[in-house]
């Protein structure tokens, strides 16, 4: 069983930016695409990021292109999620979640087909 644990959410001001970490233990991490969902008030939860299995592939929502970067650390077991330039639609719980392919399969990342889910970590942006 893989435990997913995310941290680093947060209130900052529009503009500010936010580093998320998720610690994944239970399974050998380098097994798994990982990758964030967010979650905003009163909306269905959407990708934001993925990543492959040793880090040199990356796929991001079209949003957040540009402002977010998905990075990893196999050694450390942790998946990292750094917003910069940050807008009040970014608001949502940001969750952390693994995939048993190992490459980016995008319609699965799409569809919300994880294998495995945090709990959530809560980021607000203010106006």
């Known amino acids: 069983q893989v435990q997913l644990v995310e941290s680093g959410g947060g209130l900052v001001q529009a503009g500010g930016s936010l580093r998320l970490s998720c610690a994944q233990s239970?399974?050998?991490?380098?097994?798994?695409?990982m990758g964030w969902f967010r979650q905003a008030p009163g909306k269905e939860r959407e990708f934001v990021a993925a990543?492959?299995?040793?880090?040199?592939?990356?796929y991001y929502v079209d949003s957040v292109k540009g402002r977010f970067t998905i990075a990893r650390d196999n050694a450390k077991n942790m998946v990292y999620l750094q917003m910069n330039s940050l807008k009040p639609e970014d608001t949502a719980v940001y969750y952390c979640?693994?995939?048993?392919?190992?490459?980016?399969?995008?319609?699965?990342?799409?569809?919300?087909?994880?294998?495995?889910w945090g709990k959530g970590t809560l980021v607000i942006i203010s106006s």
């Open positions: 990543i492959n299995w040793n880090g040199d592939s990356t």
């Open positions: 239970g399974r050998t991490f380098s097994n798994y695409a």
């Open positions: 979640a693994a995939n048993e392919y190992t490459t980016i399969v995008v319609p699965i990342w799409h569809t919300g087909g994880m294998d495995y």
